[in-house]
Nanobody
Framework: QAQLVESGGGLVQAGGSLRLSCAAS????????MGWFRQAPGKEREFVAT????????LYADSVKGRFTVSRDTAKNTVYLQMNNLKPEDTAVYHC?????????????????????WGQGTQVTVSS
């Protein structure tokens, strides 16, 4: 059974940086595209970024493009989200997600329904 565990969240001032990690187990990590989503209180879950199985392709929400970078380490079964120049509107619970993908290079998954496995999330709070 797939298990995804996020870490690295916390409280940071606007303009600061955080790196989130998501450790995957119970699945063949190299067969899965990985995504990051976030959910703020009272709002729907929002797409942040996706990385393909191969790691060669990525997709970002417009709101984070140029500030966030998604990457993966197959040897560690871990996906990362480097977040720079954080803004108060980035405050949310961040979840990672996994999707079995036949196409190693595809990262065009941006809907919550595209992903079958989810982590519990890690809180990111950005103060102004």
């Amino acid at each position: 059974q797939a298990q995804l565990v996020e870490s690295g969240g916390g409280l940071v001032q606007a303009g600061g940086s955080l790196r989130l990690s998501c450790a995957a187990s119970g699945l063949s990590f190299s067969s899965y595209a990985m995504g990051w989503f976030r959910q703020a209180p009272g709002k729907e879950r929002e797409f942040v970024a996706t990385i393909s199985r191969s790691g060669s392709n990525t997709l970002y929400a417009d709101s984070v493009k140029g500030r966030f970078t998604v990457s993966r380490d197959t040897a560690k079964n871990t996906v990362y989200l480097q977040m720079n120049n954080l803004k108060p509107e980035d405050t949310a619970v961040y979840h990672c997600a996994a999707r079995f993908a036949l196409n190693a290079g595809s990262a065009y998954y941006s809907q919550p329904t595209d992903f079958g496995s989810w982590g519990q999330g890690t809180q990111v709070t950005v103060s102004s």
